[in-house]
């Protein structure tokens, strides 16, 4: 029994002792603060630049001039122009329809015979108011004579004159048998055929001018002082100095585009949508004008992308197109282009120095758009600007820079 403690009591020293020696010599733990890593951004380099501002918008083609076609006389038509159906071209004094001329040739030929017969009874009572005269100047015709001779001169006078006037009716209307194109144009739609009879003053064709194609262009109020845009009218000396307008659309399952200029403002702001309308002209859309290629080229400016010989080559501005504009604006120096994203509570960026710390910096803001916010000061050539979207920000806060390099004319320049 004394033997079986003693077993036990050994077992449990020699336990204890074990227990001791891994105490002593087990690792000491140091206490250190929890690692925390900066959060990456991106940045772009600032790059003052030249920038032309671009107002974007949009409208619909429609005619510069559009037109009915009226008879100014009665009558059966005996001839229509094949190009007065919907859709023919024609050209400005070309002939379109042609009404019968037999009842207007013997209404002409009855207005000279009056005239003749009118010419002849006045001068027979101008020379009996002459001899009238002369018998009253020696006393041997009475009064009463000499008055009744002046009348009857004033009554074949004004008989005369109102032949001569109804000659002159009688050829204009033979000359109306003939209804000319006023324009250079295009027949939207007709109802008049051979055999027909027309009445006047009843339309029988809608027609428009293709010198020039019209876009009205909505432009929101804020956005007026990006464009040089009078509006108020000094006269026509200033075609140059009106902006360009680029129109752009997909027409025939190809993207096309077209030069104009803005020539004039509406004279009033709708009063719904607060929109100021301008309208834009190109000129020749359909390419058909001869002679057109110096002067339009001048028109749209030398450089721009719509000289005559290129827009000839292009699909035809229709009237009707839905397009998309861009009015080129002012152009502006030293500034700065940079993502939205950049932009914070709209006045603010944030900066990165030179030690990979963030700090805000305020900057004049001139232009918000979808994409990108133009700066016009509160940066400098080279400084680093954050891009990344940031839930929290504290000045000061270090950073780990992702990106491309800086431009080389930045280089120089970095903090």
């Given at each position: 029994m004394n033997r079986m403690v003693l077993v036990v009591v050994l077992i449990l020293a020699v336990g204890a002792a074990?227990?001791?020696?891994?105490?002593?010599?087990?690792?000491t733990i140091e206490a250190k603060p929890p690692l925390v890593k900066p959060p990456r951004v991106r940045v772009e380099y600032v790059e003052p630049q030249e920038l032309e501002l671009r107002v974007r918008?949009?409208?619909?083609?429609?005619?510069?001039?559009?037109?009915?076609?009226?008879?100014?006389?009665?009558?059966?038509?005996?001839?229509?122009?094949?190009?007065?159906?919907?859709g023919g071209y024609f050209q400005q004094g070309e002939p379109l329809v042609r009404i019968e001329r037999a009842d207007y040739e013997v209404e002409l030929e009855s207005a000279r015979a009056s005239v003749a017969r009118s010419e002849s009874e006045h001068e027979r009572a101008s020379k009996e108011l002459e001899r009238?005269?002369?018998?009253?100047?020696?006393?041997?015709?009475?009064?009463?004579?000499?008055d009744d001779a002046r009348n009857a001169e004033r009554i074949a006078r004004a008989v005369l004159r109102e032949a001569?006037?109804?000659?002159?009716?009688?050829?204009?209307?033979?000359?109306?048998?003939?209804?000319?194109?006023?324009?250079?144009?295009?027949v939207r739609d007709e109802s008049v055929d051979v055999g027909q009879f027309v009445t006047r003053g009843a339309p029988i064709a809608s027609i428009y001018a293709v010198d020039y194609a019209e876009v009205r262009l909505p432009i929101?109020?804020?956005?007026?002082?990006?464009?040089?845009?009078?509006?108020?009218?000094r006269g026509h000396g200033e075609a140059r100095s009106r902006p360009v307008v680029i129109l752009e659309a997909r027409f025939a399952g190809e993207e096309h585009?077209?030069?104009?200029?803005?020539?004039?403002?509406?004279?009033?702001?709708?009063?719904?949508?607060?929109?100021?309308?301008?309208?834009?002209?190109?000129?020749?859309?359909y390419g058909l004008l001869a002679g057109a290629g110096a002067e339009s080229g001048a028109e749209s400016g030398a450089g721009d992308e719509g000289g005559s010989a290129s827009q000839?080559?292009?699909a035809p501005l229709v009237v009707g197109l839905f397009v998309e504009a861009q009015i080129l604006g002012r152009r502006l120096t030293d500034v700065v282009v940079l993502p939205r994203a950049a932009?914070?509570?709209?006045?603010?960026?944030?900066?990165?120095?030179?030690?990979?710390?963030?700090?805000?910096?305020?900057?004049?803001?001139?232009?918000?758009?979808?994409?990108?916010?133009?700066?016009?000061?509160?940066?400098?050539?080279?400084?680093?600007?954050?891009?990344?979207?940031?839930?929290?920000?504290v000045d000061g806060m270090r950073v780990r820079v992702v990106g491309g390099e800086a431009p080389m004319a930045a280089r120089g320049a970095a903090p």
């Open positions: 074990g227990v001791a020696l891994l105490v002593s010599l087990r690792p918008t949009h409208g619909t083609v429609m005619p510069r001039s559009e037109s009915s076609l009226i008879p100014q006389v009665s009558g059966p038509v005996v001839w229509v122009s094949p190009a007065l159906a919907s009238q005269k002369r018998l009253a100047d020696r006393s041997v015709a009475s009064e009463t004579r000499y001569r006037a109804k000659l002159e009716k009688a050829e204009r209307d033979l000359l109306r048998t003939e209804l000319l194109a006023p324009y250079a144009g295009r929101p109020d804020s956005e007026l002082r990006y464009i040089d845009l009078p509006l108020i009218p585009s077209w030069t104009g200029r803005i020539v004039r403002t509406e004279g009033e702001i709708d009063v719904r949508s607060r929109m100021v309308h301008v309208i834009a002209q190109v000129k020749d859309p000839r080559a292009r932009l914070r509570d709209g006045t603010r960026v944030l900066v990165v120095d030179g030690d990979d710390r963030m700090h805000f910096r305020p900057v004049e803001t001139l232009r918000v758009e979808r994409d990108q916010v133009v700066i016009g000061a509160g940066l400098a050539r080279g400084e680093r600007v954050c891009v990344s979207p940031l839930q929290a920000v």
